[in-house]
Nanobody
Framework: VQLQASGGGLVQAGGSLRLSCAAS????????MGWFRQAPGKEREFVAT????????DYADSVKGRFTVSRDNAKNTVYLQMNSVKPEDTAVYYC????????????????WGQGTQVTVSS
């Protein structure tokens, strides 16, 4: 199983960025997907999740109204559209795959990608 996250980079505050996570080696449509992030010196935290069908979605309060998660099961890819970014969004962003219905903790996910760095300048 491989989850390949991409799309990170340097962006100014108020700007936008779109992250992608391409999955291989698993039946993608059978997994709920999540995005987490980890800033230096901090624990990995939940950002967003999307169910297998894409119908059920949830976000951390800190990103609600600014970030949008989506998926394309035909392309085995999950996305995170990041708008109105802030310096506090700076972190390594990880995508992850889960089989259960719970989704906000690291332990709920079975597979993890390698992460992509997002840096927001003020």
């Amino acid at each position: 199983v491989q989850l390949q996250a991409s799309g990170g980079g340097l962006v100014q505050a108020g700007g936008s960025l779109r992250l992608s996570c391409a999955a291989s080696g698993l039946s993608f449509s059978a997994y709920g997907m999540g995005w987490f992030r980890q800033a230096p010196g901090k624990e990995r935290e939940f950002v967003a999740t999307i169910s297998r069908s894409g119908i059920n979605i949830d976000y951390a309060d800190s990103v609600k109204g600014r970030f949008t998660v989506s998926r394309d099961n035909a392309k085995n890819t999950v996305y995170l559209q990041m708008n109105s970014v802030k310096p506090e969004d700076t972190a390594v962003y990880y995508c992850a795959a889960r089989t259960g219905s719970t989704y906000s903790r690291v332990s709920h996910y079975k597979y993890w990608g390698q992460g992509t760095q997002v840096t927001v300048s003020s």
